[in-house]
């Protein structure tokens, strides 16, 4: 129902075991969408509202002309138990740095995921507990002090909010605006916006 509106196809995981499933929830984040301008959309639905749209038996999305992949199974590099991954691999948003900071969803520590080492899976994600989805995003960072804007921009993969990712990132870099008084001098910088890409809601 979705096919006018969209160059990819929908992905309905109304099958996924969350914690939030286990709690009782009954409105979960079932439905990721990847629109034309590469930009992936996290929405929510009920269960009964997903039930309508089917689930690809693949492992990958149709962007444009090309099919990409975007559900895998990894294992927590702290609790060493698996758990699926959504992850919209586009390589044009996704880049050389192929290295996203997630949270595995059973013990509930972040750790740097390399996505080489995700393995494709299919409709058994249905089986596993899956983390939030990874969104590949371009960030700017202002200089706190004379307010220079996109002093540094990044390309960053994550499964966090826009709060949560000001509150853990930061950046180093050097504002060469004449009129900083901290001109040439290294500094900490955090998050001003997002220019490319969606965080995932609060």
């Known amino acids: 129902m979705y096919a006018d509106q969209h160059h990819a196809s929908v992905v309905a995981a109304g099958g996924l075991e969350s914690p939030s499933a286990k709690a009782g929830n009954s409105h979960l984040p079932l439905l990721i969408f990847f629109r034309q301008g590469g930009n992936p959309e996290h929405l929510t639905a009920t269960a009964s509202e997903a039930a309508a749209v089917r689930l690809l038996a693949s492992t990958e999305v149709r962007e444009g002309e090309r ?7 990894t294992s927590c590099a702290i609790c060493a138990k698996p758990f699926g991954v959504l992850w919209v691999m586009d390589p044009i ?3 050389t740095k192929n290295v996203a900071r997630i949270t595995c969803p059973l013990c509930g520590k972040r750790f740097q995921q390399d996505a080489k080492e995700l393995l494709p899976i ?3 994600i249905r089986n596993l507990v ?6 590949s995003v371009e960030v700017n960072y202002d200089c706190p002090y004379c307010n220079d804007r996109g002093i540094l921009v ?3 993969h994550t499964d966090l909010s826009w709060d949560e990712l000001c509150k853990e990132h930061v950046e180093t870099a050097v504002c060469d605006n004449g009129f900083c008084p901290q001109r040439g001098l290294l500094q900490k910088l955090k998050p001003s916006r997002v220019v490319l890409g969606s965080l995932n809601p609060s």
Not at 67 to 73: E, I, K, R, S
């Open 130 to 135: 899956v983390g939030r989805p990874v969104r």
């Open 122 to 124: 299919g409709p058994q």
């Open 67 to 73: 099919l990409v992949p975007y559900q895998f199974v």
């Open 93 to 95: 948003q996704v880049g």
């Open 154 to 156: 990044s390309l960053l």
